[in-house]
């Protein structure tokens, strides 16, 4: 058997700021900024590790597609679809903020929706910080009923992080039933059904998966998502009616590049109707 032959896509997910980026950027790139790091969607990034098989007792290579993904609470279709497929997850808490330990809920809720019983780890961050909202002991408690794994890290001094990343592998490769030399595919993206109203920031969540559903990939449609609203100049923590015009009109002229015209006008009337079931004041 190929050693290199075991591929997972695993996901971090959590709060927003916690530092899921900051976790996978000293993982994968040994590297850390002292800036806060928003991710816009999914960010996708590939690393080759090992992990100890149990059965064999022996160590094989493993390739990981890790996930980040937003932490935004309005971007609950991308939670979703950025989830769904994954073999494993990290659920990310800040040690300084207890508020992300209580959300703990709506993360596991999440994971289960999208993809059922996965092996999990709660990961602590920030334990370099001198100022702890809570310990051990209520991690401990907080994570009954969802997971026996937790570890404390610090992405900014690298304490634990690889340790984390391969329990996680050596978890998913002896939790699956996916054959060696099986790919992890690319997570499906559900029909969009709208609410009555949406606000700006709902009406941006919408968008950017309509337009990845398109597409086909999420991967590349988050690229080209970000490359948009890059040039357009679009906060999109803050977004405006005129920014969600500006992107519509952007992504449906990018359409053209990969389908025919009359899907591109299907397109454009979903993401029409999304606009128009929103409440823009510009």
């Known amino acids: 058997m190929n050693v290199d032959e075991y591929l997972y896509k695993i996901c971090l997910i959590g709060d927003k700021a916690v530092g899921k980026t900051s976790l996978v950027q000293r993982f994968v790139y040994s590297r850390f900024s002292e800036g806060y790091i928003s991710t816009l969607g999914t960010a996708i990034s590939k690393k080759v590790t090992t992990a100890m098989d149990y059965k064999t007792k022996k160590k094989v290579k493993v390739k990981l597609l890790i996930w980040d993904i937003a932490g935004q609470e309005h971007f609950k279709k991308i939670h979703q679809a950025g989830i769904n497929g994954s073999n494993a997850a990290f659920v990310v808490v800040d040690l300084s903020r207890i508020e992300t330990l209580q959300n703990l809920d709506y993360w596991f809720d999440a994971i289960s929706k999208a993809a059922g019983n996965i092996p999990a780890i709660v990961i602590a961050n920030k334990s370099d910080l001198t100022q ?8 401990k408690k907080a994570t009954i009923g969802y997971t026996e794994h937790f570890i404390i890290t610090s992405a900014k001094t690298g304490e634990m992080v690889r340790d984390a990343f391969l329990k996680l592998a050596e978890l998913t490769l002896n939790d699956s039933i996916t054959p060696p030399a099986a790919v992890a595919k690319e997570p499906s ?22 337009f990845c559903e398109f597409i086909g990939d999420i991967e590349l449609g988050m690229n080209i998502v970000r490359n948009q609203f890059d040039q357009l100049g679009i906060d999109f923590q803050r977004p405006t009616g005129r ?31 999304a606009v128009e079931n929103s409440i823009i004041n510009d």
């Open 132 to 139: 702890k909202a809570f310990g051990e002991e209520e991690l």
């Open 189 to 210: 993206v559900q029909p969009i059904v709208l609410p009555a109203k949406l606000n700006l920031l709902e009406l941006e969540d919408n968008i950017i998966m309509e």
């Open 243 to 273: 920014d969600m015009k500006n992107l519509l009109a952007a992504l449906v002229e990018t359409a053209y590049e990969f389908r025919a015209p009359e899907e591109v006008k299907e397109l454009k009337n979903n993401l029409v109707l």
